[in-house]
């Protein structure tokens, strides 16, 4: 599937998102899913929308709808996707600008980072790694 570099924005920094989110230009959309937001912690005002579905990490089928409906209630605003890494909300914001919406973009490194040497995460940059805010359940 081809994307429209009009839709799809490509990668922003943390602390980049984070202003954004601040300043009310973007809405942070957590597509990580409900167990990882509920055991690792999240982000203060971000909308949850799950890509995959934990525990079988299956497609989310109403993803779709779901993103159209958060991009209608934040018109105007950019949506700034986040998973854990900064992967699977590649995949998430590219989805949301195949569906027509503008200002689609991923947040680089995610909310935990990349693995260290010894297969941690939160070591190597991150929504948490960076200091910006965040709440445990």
């Not at 954004?20 to 937001?37: F, K």
């Not at 200002?103 to 935990?112: A, K, R």
């Amino acid at each position: 599937m081809q994307t429209s570099p009009l839709h799809y924005c490509g990668d922003i920094e943390p602390e980049q998102a984070y202003a954004w989110q601040q300043q009310g230009l973007g809405v942070l959309v957590d597509v990580r899913t409900d167990a990882e937001r509920d055991w690792v912690g999240m982000v203060p005002g971000a909308v949850p929308l799950c890509w995959r579905i934990y525990p079988g990490m299956v497609p989310n089928p109403d993803f779709d709808a779901q993103v159209l409906a958060i991009a209608q209630q934040h018109p105007g605003q950019r949506l700034l996707f986040i998973c854990r890494s900064g992967v699977r909300s590649v995949g998430a914001a590219q989805r949301a600008a195949e569906l027509g919406l503008d200002g689609c973009y991923n947040v680089l490194e995610g909310f935990e980072g990349d693995l260290d040497g010894i297969q941690q995460r939160g070591h190597r940059g991150g929504w948490r790694f960076r200091g910006l805010p965040w709440i445990q359940k």
